[in-house]
């Protein structure tokens, strides 16, 4: 069964970090690109970052960039974001989806595998 599970949400003052994982199972994450996404109730889907399968490329978006890092590490399926100075507007429930590539850069879109969320919630 093709699987993503996301952990590592939870409750952190604001300028706290938190460090996100995912687990894949059921495929082959070294043909994946992998990507952080996050969702508040009522909003759009945000994109944050995406890895490439190598992990020799990386993508962040302009909010996260200087304090959100992608990395991934193939032999345990696992792909985290680190999060450091966290911040009231960072909180949402935090995604983790992939697709089959092998580009040379990763984007954004056309995710077809996707996690159940975990939530960030940053606040006083």
Same mark, same amino acid.
């Given at each position: 069964?093709?699987?993503?599970?996301? %952990?590592?949400?939870?409750?952190? $003052?604001?300028?706290?970090?938190?460090?996100?994982?995912?687990? +894949?199972?059921?495929?082959?994450? #070294? #043909? /994946?690109?992998? +990507?952080?996404?996050?969702?508040? &109730?009522?909003?759009?889907?945000?994109?944050?970052?995406?890895?490439?399968?190598?992990?020799?490329?990386?993508?962040?978006?302009?909010?996260?960039?200087?304090?959100? !890092?992608?990395?991934?590490?193939? +032999?345990?399926?696992?792909? &985290?974001?680190?999060?450091?100075?966290? $911040?009231?507007?960072? !909180?949402?429930? /935090? /995604?983790? +989806?992939?697709?089959? &590539?092998?580009? %040379?850069?990763?984007?954004?879109? $056309? /995710?077809?595998?996707?996690?159940?969320? !975990?939530?960030? !919630?940053?606040? %006083?």
């Amino acid at each position: 069964q093709v699987q993503l599970v996301e %952990s590592g949400g939870g409750w952190v $003052q604001p300028g706290g970090s938190l460090r996100l994982s995912c687990a +894949a199972s059921g495929f082959t994450t #070294s #043909s /994946y690109h992998i +990507a952080w996404f996050r969702q508040v &109730s009522g909003k759009e889907r945000e994109e944050i970052s995406c890895i490439t399968e190598s992990g020799s490329s990386t993508t962040v978006v302009d909010s996260g960039k200087g304090r959100f !890092t992608i990395s991934r590490d193939n +032999a345990k399926r696992t792909v &985290s974001l680190e999060m450091n100075n966290l $911040q009231p507007e960072d !909180t949402a429930i /935090y /995604y983790c +989806a992939a697709k089959n &590539s092998t580009a %040379s850069v990763c984007n954004l879109r $056309q /995710y077809n595998i996707w996690g159940q969320g !975990t939530q960030v !919630t940053v606040s %006083s």
